[in-house]
């Protein structure tokens, strides 16, 4: 149990954390993401710092930050779980002319929570793209022939930095069979980008091998027994960037934009 004064810190911290990730327009986000802004509060970094490179380890311990959660009470705009999909995922809609239509894209979440953010933000309308999260795979058979109705088609793929979430490119196909033609874009996130963001991370076991197609730099930090979740990008940032690349919007890079990147966003554009 964490002592009174650090008690009042971290009530104080939450209110704070709560209101900056809600902004702007009173986005709705999970209690994940409203833990990774507390300690963005409690260890607050120069805006539009990009270089060097890092990770941050957390300030608080996941079991105060809920103490202090639980005394704080109701937090406008934080989502309570859902309940777990009926599978396969999009079994069910009453409408079933729906099927006959063309699918030009499909995001799919390594974290149901942050599938479920996606959906309570409105990316499926304002991107025009549905968002599951994997465990509401396998998708529905009528789901992946849509994605057969349309040339270059793509599932794009949302995961953590870390040795589980990085496999999840490759793991996906095992999850749901997805077409023939059908591209698969990861979209991140990898160690690289996280240190960008000088986002929060967390310890988990050293991986044994790592994969050869990360950096030198990406496969030292997960040596270390480093992640970074998904989680740990800020709501804002995140629908911002997701609308982005799954519109496949490029944008030409000017020094002026340059210097808004890490507000714009943390991914890379994907090259493969």
Excluded: K
Excluded at 42 to 53: D, F, N
Excluded at 151 to 180: C, M, N, Q, Y
Excluded at 225 to 241: F, N, Q, Y
Aim: with cysteine; aromatic share 6%.
């Amino acid at each position: 149990m964490a002592d009174p004064v650090t008690s009042a810190v971290l009530s104080r911290a939450v209110r704070i954390a709560a209101r900056r990730a809600g902004a702007p327009g009173d986005l709705r986000f999970t209690e994940r993401q409203l833990y990774y802004e507390v300690c963005r509060v409690l260890l607050p970094l120069p805006g539009g710092l990009r270089r060097p490179a890092f990770t941050v380890p957390a300030t608080v311990r996941y079991p105060d930050f809920r103490a202090a959660l639980a005394a704080h009470g109701p937090v406008p705009g934080l989502l309570t779980p859902e309940p777990p999909r009926a599978r396969p995922a999009g079994r069910h809609t009453t409408e079933p002319d729906l099927f006959d239509y063309g699918l030009p894209r499909l995001l799919v979440c390594e974290s149901t929570e942050i599938a479920q953010m996606l959906r309570a933000n409105g990316i499926p309308m304002e991107s025009a793209c549905p968002v599951v999260g994997a465990d509401e795979l396998p998708l529905d058979p009528r789901v992946a022939g849509m994605l057969e109705l349309v040339e270059r088609s793509a599932v794009f793929l949302l995961h953590d930095a870390s040795p589980h979430g990085l496999t999840f490119p490759d793991r996906v196909r095992e999850l749901t069979p997805i077409p023939d033609g059908v591209r698969v874009i990861p979209l991140g996130l990898r160690p690289r980008q996280a240190s960008t963001l000088h986002a929060t991370h967390l310890p988990v076991a050293a991986p044994h091998t790592v994969d050869s197609a990360l950096d030198q730099w990406e496969r030292d930090w997960l040596r270390r027994g480093r992640c970074v979740e998904i989680a740990a990008v800020r709501p804002a940032a995140l629908l911002r960037t997701v609308h982005r690349l799954v519109r496949e919007v490029r944008i030409r890079e000017t020094s002026t934009q340059w210097n808004r990147l890490r507000t714009t966003g943390f991914l890379t554009w994907p090259t493969a």
